[in-house]
């Protein structure tokens, strides 16, 4: 660095570097974020990389079709953009006890069972531990190899010598470089880590997984430009106590971030759901007030899931509004245009929204079934079943149209459903679908005449 021996002051949410310490962040606004950490100042031998370096026009530069490897998990597959690129570096973040390195050992098992020489490197377990979980996962072939080193230089050395096509670094936050002074975890190290995993991977077209620690507020702990180095970044969702994980991609320079892999906690491991429709439902009441059915769009795929509301009247004087899975500002806000354009008394109320299944869910499609829940528990009128509902509402009342309606219908219709209501304005854009009512809606005023008494 440019600074001699000493010490300098880095931002733990941005890695922006001070000579002295601030409150705040200049760069990402972050408060009480700068820790101290010693420097050295480093010699790298830049006049060989000067000869080395040359300007390309971007007509000359060819691409080749990169080859795309299978890890074995459809689900894992599709969030991943169809497979695993070579020279890839892959982050995977997600809650203690949610199944990181459990799903990483799985892909190593099936990688290794393809005949890939696969590296798994390890800085908090001992291999004793390794084994342990991997008997419970299944058997493994010799193709798989177990490394535990937290040093930088002897992993570099390793992998010279071992040639992996693939590996895994479990954790990021445990991995050290001697050139480095401050403790492994601190916003230097990880930053000296991933820039090492970063060369090793597009220098010698190595896959990298790369695990990382999650803080209490859900994101990866270090320097935020951990996740800008990076090729991917997946994150693991869902209750750790509970069966379901959900595997999102916010992050893919191969593929959409759109998409997500739906898993199973079993005692051999985990399992992928191949229709997370079906497995979102599985359970739901019948005939109960508050209880309608939804569809959303993650990506190409359309998922059903049962949104649940409980209105009743607040014995505090504000009321309480409550909600799992979706966003507590949008429902206030489709409560507000409920008691606006719709007439409905909700103001002193209480309210609990709720998406079944442990599923969060941000699009505004299922805004249409957020209302007709809370209109069906509120004037306790029931949702006829094999209903299902999906369109946005806007703040004057109206129901917008959404995206890919007619993928959205099939899907209810595939499932069983019987009647879907959606946007008039896409209704009148649909083919004539055999087996499944189309009913249009235009305005939130209408959504009471779909339940029954």
Known sequence: MAKGKGTVFFCQNCGYESSKWMGQCPACKEWNSFVEEKVVKASPNTRARR??????PITEVSINECERISVGFQELDRVLGGGLVKGSLILVGGDPGIGKSTILLQVCKNLSEQGRKVLYI???ESMEQIKMRADRIGTFGNSLSLFCETSLTLIEEVIDGEKPEVVVIDSVQTMYGEDVSSAPGSVSQVREATNTFMQIAKGKGITIFLVGHVTKEGVVAGPRVLEHMVDTVLYFEGDRHASYRILR??????GSTNEIGVFEMQQTGLREVENPSEFML??????????????????????LLEVQALVCQSNLGIPRRTTVGAELNRVNQLMAVLEKRGGFHLGSCDAYVNIAGGIRMVEPAIDLAIAAAIISSYKERIMPPGT???????????????????QRVREAKKLGFLRCVLPESNRKGLPEIEGI????????????????A
């Open 282 to 303: 599985e359970g739901r009441p019948k005939d109960a007030s508050g209880s309608v059915v939804a569809c959303s769009m993650e990506g190409s795929r359309p998922i």
């Open 122 to 124: 390890s800085g908090e």
């Open 388 to 406: 299902i509902l999906f369109g946005e509402i806007g703040l004057s009342g109206e129901v917008r149209a959404v995206s890919m309606a007619e």
């Open 437 to 452: 009512e189309i009913v249009g809606i235009s305005s939130v005023t209408e959504i009471l005449s779909l339940c029954k």
């Open 249 to 254: 991609g916010v992050k893919n320079r191969f």
């Open 51 to 56: 000869m080395e370096a040359k300007v390309t």
